[in-house]
């Protein structure tokens, strides 16, 4: 029979949504941006967990009806079919009732979010630069995979090929639940392109993945901006000489967690439409503070998790890429594989839905369900 503790957390679910699904189509609502999301986003959640416990409850409600034929009727082929549909219930309930309990779970609000993706070389010069280059190929890769959209806001390119640090940002459904297990330091071992005698070289690169800010989620006075043009470098034909695409703003910002006052300086040469570049940069800006306004509640969350899954933590090394051995390790749940190339090729789903188990697994011990 079901938990009583799961059915008294069931009750008052039905009456929420119904709540949520007439304030949605409130214009007063509707007119308030950040209300209406936040709104949005519980109802997407709590009609799954409708659903889910719409599920749970038949299967309840096919035991007991399938108990009862067994105990009042003496026809064999009714009480066969009682069986057969008593069994196929009962094995249903275990698997409803962990997927329930996941979803009585708060989900994290930026799960939902687009993300920005940076990309950095760190310990071991050009090599590193490399593998950064490396790691960039594999996201977008995986990105395509998923019907995900990739656009690069900014880039600087290696001496020897790759990225010193490129930064793209990804939007699709559910983009950032699914990245941010990639925070964290990606570390690599094999013989470099640049080395003559063969010996197998560590390098790193950083990954830092945010939750991309949309325009009312931060406040921006944008008359305080300062904007700059400039012709783009690189390739492009004559346009990228002649034109000036390239914008560059400046941003006096008032860190609320420390009181002192910082210049934002962000620059974006991604198109060759200057409003589009623009549009960009302000995104970039948003999602900037964003992150920085809300640092201190991340890391008040981080402190009190028992997981150590996805706490997003930049200087954590989080994978090991060996190419003599062909082996992927990620040390957070000492998961090890050897398909190294398909991995760098964009095949990382297996690895992300292990950290997903491994997280959920974590979040149960630490409720009361």
Partial sequence: ???????????????????????????????????YVRLSREYSELEKLINATKRYRNALSDIEG???ILDTESDEELRAMAQEELAAAQAQIPALEEEIKLLLI?????DGKNAIVEIRAGTGGDEAAIFAGDLFKMYTRYCEHKGWNVSVTSMNE????GFKEIVMAVSGDGVYGTLK??????????????????????SAATVAVLPEAQPFDVEINEGEIK?????????????????????????MWKN????????????????????KNKERALSRLRTFIYDKEHQKYIDDIAARRK????????????????????????????????????????????????LIVAENAEKLKATSL
């Fill in 106 to 110: 708060p989900a994290d609000p930026e």
């Fill in 181 to 202: 297990y990639e925070s964290g330091v990606h570390r690599v071992q094999r013989v470099p392109a640049t080395e003559t005698q063969g010996r197998v070289h560590t």
């Fill in 158 to 161: 290696g001496a020897a090929g």
């Fill in 227 to 251: 904007w700059d043009t400039f012709r783009s470098g690189g390739a492009g034909g004559q346009n990228v000489n002649k034109v000036e695409s390239g914008v560059r703003l400046r941003y």
């Fill in 307 to 354: 997981t150590m899954v996805s706490t997003g933590d930049r200087s954590a090394k989080i994978r090991t890429y060996n190419y003599p051995q062909g082996r992927i390790t990620d040390h957070r749940i000492n998961y090890t594989i050897y398909n190294l190339q398909a991995f760098v090729d964009g095949d990382i789903q297996d690895c992300i839905d292990h």
């Fill in 256 to 275: 609320p967690n420390t009181g002192e006052t910082e210049e934002i300086l962000i620059e974006c040469t991604e198109t060759r439409d200057q409003p």
């Fill in 1 to 35: 029979m079901a938990e009583p503790s799961l059915l008294e957390r069931l009750e008052g679910i039905d009456a929420r949504f119904e709540e949520i699904s007439t304030l949605i189509t409130d214009p007063a609502v509707i007119s308030d941006m950040k209300r």
């Fill in 66 to 68: 399938a108990k009862e």
